[in-house]
């Protein structure tokens, strides 16, 4: 049994950390910080904790030492206050885009600004358990995804890691997702009368997140274009690439079936009948699982691939969590076992 | 022809007006004002009327006499400066809560506050046209509506009218609403992700437009219970009242038809088969109808009568127009026809 | 460790208790029966499932001998087939309304038929745990549960328990549900065209329900008004009643709060901050929590009570599970950890 | 003054029809058909039409002959009866895939039988009259559009008529779309349970409304993908092409300016701030419009552009109608000024 705090746990993935380490049976919460909810309950912000704590949100500057420390702040605050924190536990998992990306060039063209800690983000392992699983054993940092990223990056995962697209052509992902993607804290546009019913491309091209796909998929002509639907919990991904002349369906199985052999929490879908018959965002709320599927022209080689996730579980705190599992030396799945609800 | 101007045009009420008198045969848009979107095109602020007007907001300060002013303000503006609108129009529509209460002691009771203007209130018709339609011809002033209080006195009003219902046992008006009706302003609570999939019943009691069914049905033992769901237009109210002893579903039908064929936007809705049975505020968005039914348990005397209309529409921008035309004695339904869409 | 079965697992009823059974740390699934879908994978229906388990649908006349048997037949069916189940196992858990009501009458009024096995109610316990929990040890026969009889009996139970309503005042409870209700076969009115974006009051009294509470509550003069609303999960029971003179808030609190003492799946929702403030089934959605609170006029007497369940398990699968771990003599939430998310 | 009648009209593009042809200043329905409603009144089927009409639905043997006749029937009727209809009326507007296709082997291909009538087809008009204004004057058989195809092409348009795109480079439309779209009839997937919150891509590569893409636009290298996303009205097309070496945003804005000048209900929408900065489906429900927009990345020649309508409207009735008017002689416009609604 090990001792954890959340520090910024009234966003929404603090939230969804919270409820996953308070039924996690290895570990202890023992303090969760919030400026804004400062001495409230916990379950006041997230009412799904009532009657599961009593903890109120504490200040930051409360913080006292712990085995593992959760980050869970805006971009751009944890770079500045990182050093603090290390202080305070041998182990920091964060969920921010402060330590994801490794070249600093990279971070500075994405993100508009210099790293305010350039040297820390060499320190952590990009935090996703299905890239990185055997660096994690064990490692003191772990950095957070980007929930589309992760949607991207475990599409293409199959097809990258079996070398069957083109690595050429260029790689277009289309992503949809939900309100809860875009935080707690609203916005003229997050208002329920402006969000609700749309099918909205807000981005066409130039998401952060797109920096993660170059960096961990290796690929440099990738683009994402976002557009939000009415939904508040998933994201789905569609990756439209190019396979190589002569890869068929039967190839692409096998890399798929692979991926789903190799991570426990990867699922092929692909039916032929029924309703769901290729990956939905719909029926993972809450579950850390990532389904992923394909569809292959090979008329033309243009290659479908899909992947959903939650983007709070598998796309920010399931990950950490699994990644804690990692890190401690435990089962993977420990604490992550809810499978999702039909319906929803 | 006439000239109209829209003062507070950028809320969910004045864009609703505009698109109304934009579409308008007898009415000219002349000015629209908003002091948070000054400049900008009206387009901006409600995307379906690009290519319909190039007007852009003006501020306040700028209104120029017109032949009827429109005045869609937050509730306790209008009041504070009516003398000043007074003056630049011989008549005012009102949309806000300011001058539908006539009684300055239920005003200050409900509203928390002396009215600023007591003097003024009097001068107004309110306006609801099932309700006050011969007072209109020719009338200068013109108050608004609750929209919540526009479904349940529609609800109410067969029941009232031919006196079928006990004026001693309490009526229970059960309200469920969708998000337009708390307006463009967001707060917290309307946050997609927080405003998304609820039944969030937010208040039991004491909502003020409770006042004006007290007012216009003569009833005192009379609440609304309200209740949030995911929609952004439209209002269903749910009355459950005790009928005299003896009335019978004939009575209803006799008293609920009257109704309907007295007013050109009522319609009774009482199928036997079919998917729509009863009103629904699905089928209302955009219009200006307000569909009314009921079902009498002639055992024990309980009747619950239906009211369903779009808040904005009938609860509001519509039933201001339809004002305008009796007042300007043009026909009551003059700009209104549009009947809704099936399915949406 | 104990061997369970499912009958009729391909509705909702069914695969939620299927979700619960493979996840519950002392039962082990062992046939689940399926009409419909003879033969497929459970997870090709309840997509959830996938990666938990490699289980087929079987055929019903394949079941074996089993310790405990779950019945999630639509109702009428197991009565008719009920002598042959108990042939099976010696514990029976019913989730379809055929043994639900004792009184053979009160059955034949509200479900237009006579019973086909009348001798057989009586031998069921009936199953809400928090009304029944003393007979539940060791019982052979547990019914199930209407979802919006248990959402209303859990809004009216603190105040019949402690005597503070009037009994002779009319009770009106007024429900608001989510689509899951219906079940998983459509009909014209589910297709999500028509269905979507409802206020669809679609019983205004006699819904069959409502005999469960005249049981449970003994209450002669109640009705249950019911009204669809946009939203999958969930069940929002909002009760008016009376209460008796000089019946303040502070005694409602001691009730209310008697009932989450006494309950580990109730809570009291009533907070005066935040946004959830209120009980609401957009936090319960695969939890097995019932969240109550209320308000009082005390000028009028008027009380407003609240009940909000996931209509699919403290309505369904959660309470009968919950029940199973009763009839064993286990801590009464095994399995049933779950607490919901935020925001969803 | 026309006499006009419907045939199929208890359909969703049949009920659009409806509502728009009962508010055409220059059309008088005569008749409605339905075999599934016959002898309803039509607002029993599509209740917003209550109290616009007392027309019941008749049976298809019993047409009169009328001016021009509307056929709605499920795709592959109209194809067998056409001659029968073109005895009744001197002009037919389907709105079918019946006669959309010209090249009858492209016709085979995609529908998987060869055509019923093959020397119907060329007969008609394709009928998007943003394509083929010119034919339309007097013309006296208007084929259907694809709701898909019609937002794919008219996103297309600009960059097509301009010469702007590669020819060569694939061009991928990814689609998402509304449950109304399937039709009225339900089916597994379309129940509310499992249709509602879901992003589906149900259709990677393949779906038939792409042949239209390939006729119209002339492309070969075009594939649509389609997402179903929770809206009942709706589509969104984004198109990723290629533009050929040296096009700039400035060569980009002049012909999306361009079919916004030339085409009364194309509309340009590219705001730098506010919440409508692209075109959404959201603002056009029940209109005409087609709003257009785009993004380049300038660096790699990657264009997306944007196009949303209503699939009933533009994608299906609305354009109909607007063939009517041209067909004609009328403004274009007639009986389709409604602008659709903010919010909703």
């Known amino acids: ?96 885009a402060d330590f994801r990306l490794k070249d600093m060039a990279l971070y500075e063209k994405w993100y508009g600004a210099p790293h305010a800690a350039p040297e820390w983000p060499a320190r952590f392992v990009y935090g996703l358990p299905e890239l990185h699983r055997a660096e994690m054993a064990g490692a003191s940092y772990i950095s957070g995804v980007g929930c589309n990223a992760t949607a991207s990056n475990l599409a293409l995962l199959p097809l990258v890691k079996a070398g069957l697209i083109d690595p050429v052509s260029p790689v277009i992902v289309e992503i949809k997702v939900g309100s809860s993607e875009s935080g707690a804290e609203g916005n003229a546009g997050s208002h329920h009368a402006e969000r609700a019913n749309v099918i909205r491309t807000f981005s066409a091209f130039g998401h952060r997140h797109t920096a993660e796909v170059i960096q961990e998929m290796g690929l440099s002509h990738v683009s994402l274009t976002m557009t939000a639907v009415d939904l508040v919990r998933g994201v789905l991904a569609t990756a439209h690439a190019q396979v190589k002349p002569g890869v068929t369906t039967k190839d692409l199985w096998k890399a798929y079936r692979a991926a789903a052999s190799e991570n426990p929490f990867i699922r092929v879908v692909k039916e032929q009948r029924g309703i769901y018959r290729a990956p939905e965002p719909k029926v993972l709320a809450g579950s850390n699982y990532a389904d992923i599927g394909f569809e292959l022209d090979e008329s033309s080689g243009h290659v479908v691939s899909l992947c959903a996730i939650d983007n709070l579980m598998k796309g920010a705190a399931g990950s950490a969590v699994q990644c804690l599992n990692l890190v401690m030396g435990w089962d993977e799945m420990t604490g992550l076992d809810f499978p999702g609800l039909h319906p929803l």
Chains 1, 2, 3, 4 share one sequence.
């Open 1 to 96: 049994m090990i001792n954890v705090s959340i520090v910024g746990a009234s966003g929404y993935g603090g939230g969804e950390l919270l409820r996953l380490l308070l039924g996690h049976p290895q570990a202890a919460v023992k303090q969760a910080t919030s400026r804004s909810h400062l001495g409230e309950y916990l379950y006041q912000v997230h009412p799904n904790l009532r009657k599961r704590t009593q903890l109120k949100f504490c200040d930051p500057a409360q913080l006292e030492p712990v085995d593992v420390l959760f980050l869970a702040l805006p971009h751009g605050e944890a770079q500045k206050k990182i050093a603090g924190f290390a202080g305070l536990a041998g182990k920091i998992i964060d969920l921010s």
